[in-house]
């Protein structure tokens, strides 16, 4: 079975609303609901030849509640990160303080270079402690899918971060 471009309008119109309210009790944030809805419904036209009219509606609820999983998850591990103890400066000269401020401020600048799916691993893995495995299970991606998204992460943090990583 599959859609159509006039069903999935049809779709769209008929469960948007409901699935933003869905959202938005997960969520908290309207703008947020909304963008989750829309990549609801992406991730609903890209699979469209799979699609079984009789079962889209879950399909939908199911899609739109594992990417507000995800973007919890995501604003977790940020959160994490952003709030994580600073390296302990009292005992060090004042040069090392500047050195070590400087390269925190460079290693928040190069994550923030990564795609967002290279960051949240990474911060997985690296601050969190998470093993390939659980980072793998928690996103819904294969272990080799984290490997690869690794390699690129650290492959981009040492080009930019160079011999300081």
């Given at each position: 079975?599959?859609?159509d471009?006039?069903?999935?309008?049809?779709?769209f119109d008929q469960?948007f609303?409901s699935?933003?309210?869905?959202?938005y009790?997960?969520?908290?944030d309207?703008?947020t609901?909304?963008d989750i809805?829309?990549?609801?419904?992406l991730?609903l036209?890209?699979?469209?030849?799979q699609v079984?009219?009789?079962?889209v509606k879950s399909?939908?609820?199911?899609?739109?509640?594992?990417l507000?999983k995800n973007?919890?998850?995501?604003q977790?591990?940020v959160?994490n990160f952003?709030?994580?103890p600073k390296?302990?400066?009292?005992s060090e000269?004042p040069?090392?303080?500047?050195?070590?401020?400087?390269?925190?401020n460079?290693?928040?600048n190069?994550?923030?270079e990564l795609?967002?799916?290279n960051?949240?691993?990474?911060?997985?893995?690296?601050?969190e402690?998470h093993?390939y495995?659980e980072?793998?299970?928690?996103?819904g991606?294969s272990?080799k899918?984290v490997?690869k998204?690794m390699?690129?992460?650290?492959?981009q943090?040492f080009?930019?971060l160079?011999?300081?990583?």
């Open positions: 079975m599959s859609i471009l006039k069903e999935f309008e049809r779709l469960y609303d699935l933003r309210g869905f959202v009790y997960k969520t908290g309207i703008e609901s909304e809805v829309q990549e609801t419904f991730k036209w890209k699979q469209k030849e079984n009219k009789e079962t399909l939908l609820y199911t899609i739109a509640s594992n507000a973007h919890y998850k995501h977790t591990i959160f952003i709030n994580a390296i302990e400066k009292a000269s040069q090392e303080i500047m050195e070590l401020t400087e390269f925190e460079r290693l928040q190069a994550l923030a795609s967002e799916a960051r949240i691993t990474f911060l997985m893995n690296r601050i402690g093993t495995a980072i793998a299970e928690r996103l991606i272990v899918a490997e998204r390699s690129s992460s650290i492959q943090l080009q930019l160079g011999h300081k990583l």
